[in-house]
Structures are given as structure tokens and as C-alpha cells.
């Protein structure tokens, strides 16, 4: 339930960044710089309007996107630094982490391990900076007992 809700948002979130401009290049089939109306930038590979290949998103809070797009979502292997600090390295899938991959926090916490739909689910190893580890089997971003 949470993925189709989470998959709605994006939907309605791409939708609200329908205008937009090309800056530069081939923003049709080949490499360029696209920018929407809230100010994200595209810099990369282009296949029929859309950003489709290697690629750098960056957003107007302070994120950016580095890695493989598909159809204009996050999709392949990519690194993402989030507005708060922390930092993903992993695989995507509909503008989602999905698959395995690497959260790191600003506070020292590391999460490494399987995700699905944005959240830690499957096998996967958080460590804290004073050396706890909680490691297992996770489920919607918590760890089963």
C-alpha cells in the first residue's frame, strides 16, 4: 500500500513539473540540460523528451541525483545526497531505492543492505557510531525480531 501511495505522489510531483525549458544540447534524443519551472535541472542523457541514461538531477532544496534514469525516474544504479546529509549509493527503481545499497547518515549511522520502496526491507546491517549493530531480516524500514 505504501508503493502505490509513494508512486501516486511521484506521479502527481513529475506532473507539477510538466513546464519547463531546454538550456542546452539535444533535449530530444541525444545529451543536454533541461530545467523545470520549480528550478530542477537535468544534465545528461535524453531519449524522446525524457532524461534516460547516465545523468545528473539537481534539485531546488539542495539534492542531487548522480547515475542511470529511465523514462525520467531514478532507475539503474545512482548516488543521491539528500538536503539533511545523508547519502544513498545503490540501486533505484521508479525514482526509489530499490534493491541493495548504502545509507549513510550525518550522524555516523550506516545502513547497508536490501531496500525496497524507499525503505530498508530484507537482509540488511544498521551500525551506529558507538559500534551497536542491528543486523537481519527488515520489513517497511524496521528490523524484525
Known sequence: MKGIVIGICMVLLLAGQSFGA?????????????????????????????????????????????????????????????????????????NLMNGQGVMNWLDGRKYEGQWMDGMQHGQGRLSYPNGQVKEGEWEDGDLLD
Not at 24 to 33: A, K, L, P, R, S
Request: include cysteine; charged fraction near 30%; aromatic fraction near 10%.
Open 22 to 94: 531546454c538550456i542546452e544540447g539535444d533535449c530530444v534524443n541525444g545529451h543536454g540540460t533541461y530545467e523545470w519551472e520549480d528550478g530542477t535541472r537535468y544534465i545528461g542523457s535524453i531519449r524522446e523528451k525524457a532524461p534516460d541514461g547516465e545523468g545528473t538531477m539537481l534539485y531546488p532544496d539542495g539534492g542531487e541525483y548522480v547515475g542511470e534514469m529511465k523514462s525520467g525516474a531514478r532507475s539503474g544504479k545512482g548516488e543521491m545526497a539528500f538536503p539533511d546529509g545523508k547519502k544513498y549509493s545503490g540501486e533505484w527503481s521508479d
